[in-house]
């Protein structure tokens, strides 16, 4: 295979269509790949490849499509993998573990990394699925956990949540944390500004009459309890001591 | 909304579509819920629905589109949410905490089973996604992880991950036993509370002249942010309208 794209452990797992018979389904299966950082698309006797219909449902994915490889059996597909996924609506084989689809994306990961296997993830035509010797074809069995049978998710929408599941699996693996918030750059208000701050709200209620300046520790409790449920920056603090502020003026000046 | 589907935790979150430009994504959209045991969609301002397009690409999810909603603004949407969460590709106020969509399920599914939360996820329009305005309606945000920006994931896959990952949150949180909150006796404020709150707070600013009322944009994003990074209960915001009309009457009668 050809790899025009960026070396990462994802570079080891293909996605396999078998006999998909909607040129679309292929192309919205690119998208949904190259989303998570998945180029390798293996198409197993498609019913028309290429198709402007792909090329106009993969949007910014046609790249995936020019690397896509279209071969004449699944066992051709398959040949120099190690750990092929059979995706299906439910088990065929009473005996055989059913994956869910995230087990199934932090195993072939560990796979990967720890001892190098190239994986495949596959999937049958629309309407009826794998057959049964597809499936022998394959090491396990995975299903999308779902509300009513997997026939109802379309394939694309099944290879987008595969995809999914594979590239929060790899960025586990990297052991990478996920996007940071950026919750640094404004700092914490110190607990001096936090202080005055309730001290000046509190000198605005008893101006408005709003406390009773004999009894306001229950509300003023409440009021704290309120601002500190999370953590006050001082530019936050800063600017309530200036609503603050304008708030006397008007109550003195009026 | 009429139900005349399972009764499920699920039932408490709906989908809200911002200006959908295709139709054929509202039907996406509905077959990726349905799937999912998801039924409740809400569509602000859709250029075209109902549409044979939208009935075509739903499959067998038209009785979700039956069971759509349509209102003009996000605002309407949201009238009786409790939390609701903007979707974005990346986040857009430096000092916000982006959920990735696993953790903004599982948190979802906690708020409805603890204390009967109505939720929200919402997403823009397919272009150009939520304006700076709609994610201030919002009290989280939330990104799906992806390898590129956000802005290649077809909205309806977008739709189809979240529904995913709220379906097995669903799932974990029927094995879970109830979690009491501390403060399970004070419900969350809805977002009519809230946007209630705001205007009165933004009308007050302007009668101390803190707000210049040709510009007050600014000011009040601030405002909303240092209040939203906190749930506001209905007795916190009833204790702060309390303080706001003491000072109304203060500024008024002096």
């Known amino acids: 295979m050809k790899k025009p794209f ?14 998909t018979s909607h040129s679309g389904n292929i192309g919205a299966a690119a998208r949904a790949m190259r989303v998570m950082g998945l180029y390798n698309l293996v198409l197993v006797e498609p019913k028309q490849f290429p198709s402007q219909e792909a090329i106009s449902l993969a949007s910014g994915a046609v790249d995936v499509l020019e690397n896509a490889i279209v071969v004449p059996t699944l066992e051709e597909a398959l040949k120099d993998c190690h750990v092929a996924y059979a995706t299906t609506a439910r088990p065929r084989y009473i005996s055989s573990k059913l994956h869910t689809v995230e087990e199934a994306a932090v195993e072939a990961l560990q796979g990967i990394k720890n001892e190098g296997q190239q994986i495949a993830f596959v999937f049958g035509t629309e309407r009826t ?27 694309g929408a099944a290879i987008q949540v595969v995809s999914y599941e ?14 940071q918030a950026n919750e640094a750059t404004d700092e914490l208000a110190t607990s001096e500004m936090r202080e005055g701050f309730y001290k000046h709200f509190q000198d605005i209620l008893f101006q408005t009459e709003f406390l009773d300046p004999t009894e306001p520790k229950n509300i ?18 800063h600017l309530l001591r200036g609503v603050l502020t304008s708030i006397n003026r008007k109550i003195s000046h009026d």
């Not at 003023?220 to 603090?237: C, N, V």
């Open 166 to 179: 594979l590239h929060k699996a790899h960025k586990k693996t990297l052991d990478l944390p996920l996007i």
């Open 129 to 155: 699925g794998l057959t049964n010797e597809e499936i022998d074809l394959c090491q396990r069995m995975m299903t999308i956990p779902s509300e009513n049978s997997y026939n109802s998710l379309n394939i």
């Open 220 to 237: 003023m409790k409440k009021i704290r309890h309120l601002f500190q449920k999370r953590d006050l920056t001082a530019s936050e603090i």
């Open 6 to 19: 960026p070396e990462t452990l994802l570079n080891q797992i293909r996605i396999v269509m078998v006999r």
